[in-house]
């Protein structure tokens, strides 16, 4: 009676076992690896192991991946989506895989990606968006991945790189961004500066080959001498804001204040041309009002050096003037009493002869 009860208990635990692997793929129960590469498959496999910590998707049709698509295996480690169709990524396709470490999504036609699905995978290290069509990368980017180490970015269509985005990327180690139509201006100066530092430290980097100007076409953005930047510097004040900005940042993460939430607007890099640059309108007010006080000032104390030294040399002209005038009337006075005592002079000797 007991081992008919333990057989049938048995059974019904095989065939859980069994249901739980879809028939499409090949399930690896000791090592929890679901395996469905290359199966011709549109949509993601339902009734998965609860357990599953490597789910590989890569080599199928999948076009789209929508809310909450994984919330079967919520221990997902690993989840591969290489060489799909996807185009389209829910925000909250990811939600609720809080073990996730390395999500590929590379070899699909991702344009772009949400802030929010960003924000629900926190603990991932690699990350792979390689040979997609990605335009820009959402600033949540710099709030997520504290843990990320690996970072491919190569084979997309990407023109600048913002460098809070990658500032706050304090484990990476292996950064990818070759292929990608990167347009160096001066909104490149800042990823310059990160490169040399992140180099420096160790980091890895692939090739940044500037695709834009054409003078500049195939050459590594880190070997542009900072010359060519030159016209940046004319703008040096959208320069200057750019480093506060990144100083005020590093000095946050040093105090170890958290960033600003998910729903911050999105920072963004001065322009290269001198166009109005919306957040740090009071410091460059402040800027602006202490060059204006100092030339105004500089203006009005030469205007008044001038005054004084024409006020001076006037008067001693006068003084001088004055003087010889002084002079010639007293010589005039002299003569005049001469001319009178010689006149008085003849008119005796006219009288001395008359007598
Ligand atoms: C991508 O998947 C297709 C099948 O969908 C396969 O034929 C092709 O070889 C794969 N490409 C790569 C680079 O893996
Ligand atoms: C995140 O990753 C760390 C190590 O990389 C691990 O210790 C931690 O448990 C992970 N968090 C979750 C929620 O899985
Ligand atoms: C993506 O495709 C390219 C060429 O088509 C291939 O070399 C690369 O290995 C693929 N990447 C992945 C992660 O499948």
Known sequence: MTGGLFLTLCTLLLVQAVSSCPKECGCDNNAKVVDCRGRGLYDIPHKLHRDTLELHLQDNHIRGIGSMAFRETPYLRVLDLANNSITMVSPSALLGL????????????????????????????????????????????????????????????????DRTHLEALGNLQVLHLASNPWKCDCNMIG???????????????????????????????????????????????NYLFANIQHMERQQRLLRGVPYPSLDAPVEQEPECEAKPKPRPINLRHAIATVIITGIVCGVVCLMMLAAAVYGCAYAAVMAKYQRELKKREEEAGRMEKENSENKEGAKELRENAIA
């Open 98 to 161: 809080r073990s996730l470490n390395t999500l590929i999504l590379a070899n699909n036609t991702i344009r772009e990606l949400d802030r929010r699905l960003l924000g629900s995978i926190r603990n991932l290290t690699h990350l792979d968006l390689s040979h997609n069509n990605i335009v820009g990368l959402p600033g949540a980017l710099a709030d997520s991945f504290h843990h990320l180490t690996h970072f491919s970015l190569h084979y997309n269509r990407l023109t600048k790189l």
């Open 191 to 237: 990823l310059k500066l990160w490169l040399e530092t992140f180099t420096f430290k160790g980091g890895v980097v692939d090739a940044v080959p500037c695709h834009e100007p054409y003078a500049m076409r195939n050459r590594d953005l880190r070997s542009v001498p900072y010359e060519l930047f030159h016209s940046c510097m004319s703008t040096s004040y």
